[in-house]
């Protein structure tokens, strides 16, 4: 989009018109409102300037920066000038609540001052000064937080297992393989906050006497791994990273792992084999890898988004976290909203916000007024939901009763146009590809699902193909090894169940 042109050219321009000393000028990470990108933000006058090109560096320097005039063509709101308070006037923001996405687009992630500045640390300094680990455990227990990864486990109870093994090495792990088709929020997470994955990474260690952690993350995200380095090698340099940290005599240190793109290696076994140099497959549990995990020791696996929340517990309290949110699932939920939404872009919104806000007021509606047909949650694992369920409050459990999940927190938005079927099959599509292999009811299940699928597509199906694949379907859920086979059929029996007629269409018309 051009946003290393527009900081070049600002840094120029603010060269040119002799106030180079007196601005600064930096890079943060993603503000989340992709639609509106690339986004500059002038402080401390709050003006919020969108779709920048370029060519408009010139004028913001020139009007803004030197005579204290903001540009209006380039602000979103042009009712919203300099007398506001932040993004919270924006309505894009206005029922988003930021626990994870708290330093995004406001620090220089490149800067561990700035995460300093906003808290930062405060809660390793807590755990390493003044909290035993049970306290943390108990802290994280009070939140109830629950692991964002998908499977919505209890973070305090994995961390617990790792815990109580009597083992003297024992390892840390940041699962950053995000591979959902439509999924983001790790990687900007990671990229306009890496020091909030350092620091709940080293919390953990403390907590369950580990000395080493792992981040696996994707190849595909070069920025986020650049910025993770940059923040390690800080982190080591003001010694809150490496040997005695802070003089507490605890060690801890991290190790970045790249991976090569396979979507199973997501799942916490086969990103532990390929982690060891094995090809990324998946193992028989248990052994849980809580108990048996990297290199046969006690691990703790938990995403970039879970991690996120760690250091924010830690200092808030448990309580104040498990407010938010409903009492099942607690806290804030990121999604990466996409499709054909007005406003596509990153959202985080306490659990139990409706489909329809998240749609309809934070992503501003259907794109070109076209009507709302279904939204997928949880990617190729989750399933589709259609408009009845616009108003069911979003969390793990309803997630679930509606036979689609949470998932890592891709939402893709469809509307009249889209054919469920093609949805199906193109999610199937991709589990297919992705399959490792190792199960027969995810490697024959899923490819002979998806040949029902391409028949009935291209207007040669039966009515009995129906029910062959709600019959395979149910066979891969029971008996496939790992989460990829188990929820592979998801979208396709979740969209048997809500738009049956589409698939009649095909067969009827033999369309
Ligand atoms: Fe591999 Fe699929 Fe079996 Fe998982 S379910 S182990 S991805 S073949």
Redesign the pocket.
């Known amino acids: 989009a051009k946003a290393d042109d527009i900081f070049r050219n600002l840094i120029h321009e603010a060269e040119k018109a002799g106030i180079r000393e007196e601005v600064q000028i930096l890079k943060t990470g993603c503000f989340g409102f992709c639609e509106q990108g690339p986004i500059v933000k002038v402080l401390p006058d709050e003006s919020f300037y969108v779709q920048v090109k370029p060519d408009d560096a010139k004028e913001i320097v020139a009007e803004h920066l030197v005579k204290g005039r903001e540009v209006p063509r380039l602000l979103y709101d042009k009712s919203l000038s300099m007398s506001r308070t932040g993004l919270e006037d924006i309505e894009f923001y206005q029922k988003q609540f930021r626990i994870v996405l708290r330093n995004c687009g406001f620090i220089n992630p490149d800067d561990i001052n700035e995460y300093i500045a906003r808290d930062g640390y405060a809660a390793l300094e807590k755990v390493l000064f003044e909290m035993s680990p049970e306290d943390v455990l108990e802290e994280l227990k009070k939140s109830k937080l629950r692991g964002r990864g998908g499977a919505g486990f209890p973070t305090w109870m994995k961390w617990k297992f790792t815990k109580d093994v009597d083992e003297s090495e024992k390892y840390i792990a940041c699962n950053a393989d995000e591979g959902d088709p439509g999924a983001y929020m790790d990687r900007s997470t990671l990229e306009g906050d890496p020091h909030s994955i350092l620091e709940a990474m080293t919390i953990a260690g403390r907590t369950v006497g580990a000395s080493k952690g792992y981040i696996y993350i994707r190849a595909e995200y070069p920025l986020a791994i650049k910025r993770l380095k940059t923040a390690m090698q800080q982190a080591r340099d003001m010694n809150l990273l490496g040997d005695d940290i802070l003089g507490s005599g605890f060690n801890f240190d991290i190790e970045i792992r790249l991976g090569a793109g396979a979507f199973?290696c997501g799942?916490e076994t086969?990103l532990i084999a390929s982690l060891e140099g094995e090809r990324g497959?998946?193992r028989v549990r248990p052994p849980f890898p809580a108990v048996q995990g990297i290199w046969g020791k006690p691990t703790v696996i938990n995403n970039v988004e879970t991690w996120a929340n760690i250091p924010v517990i830690i200092t808030r309290g448990g309580e104040w976290f498990s407010k938010i949110g409903t009492e099942g699932s607690t806290g804030t939920k990121v999604f990466a909203l996409t499709g054909k939404i007005n406003n596509s872009g990153l959202v985080e919104v306490p659990m139990g916000t409706t489909l329809r806000e998240i749609i309809f007021d934070i992503g501003g509606g259907i794109k070109d007024g076209k009507k709302f047909k279904a939204a997928q949650t949880g990617g190729p694992s989750g399933g589709v939901l259609k408009d009845d369920f616009l108003d069911t409050p979003i969390d793990y459990d309803n997630l679930i009763k509606l036979g689609s999940m949470m998932g890592s927190g891709g939402l893709i938005v469809m509307d009249e146009d889209d054919c469920m079927v093609d949805v199906a099959k193109f999610y199937l599509g991709f589990c297919v590809d992705?399959?490792?292999?190792?199960?027969a009811?995810?490697?024959v299940g899923?490819k002979t699902m998806y040949d029902i699928l391409d028949k009935i597509t291209k207007g040669q199906g039966e009515m009995e193909d129906l029910e062959k694949l709600e019959t395979i379907g149910a066979a891969m859920k029971r008996a496939?090894?790992?989460?990829?086979?188990?929820t592979?059929p998801n979208p396709t029996l979740s969209t048997i169940k809500y738009f049956i007629d589409e698939y009649k269409a095909h067969i009827e018309d033999k369309k």
């Open positions: 199973v799942e086969a497959m998946p992705e399959s490792c292999g190792k199960c009811p995810c490697r899923g496939s090894l790992c989460g990829l086979g188990q592979a």
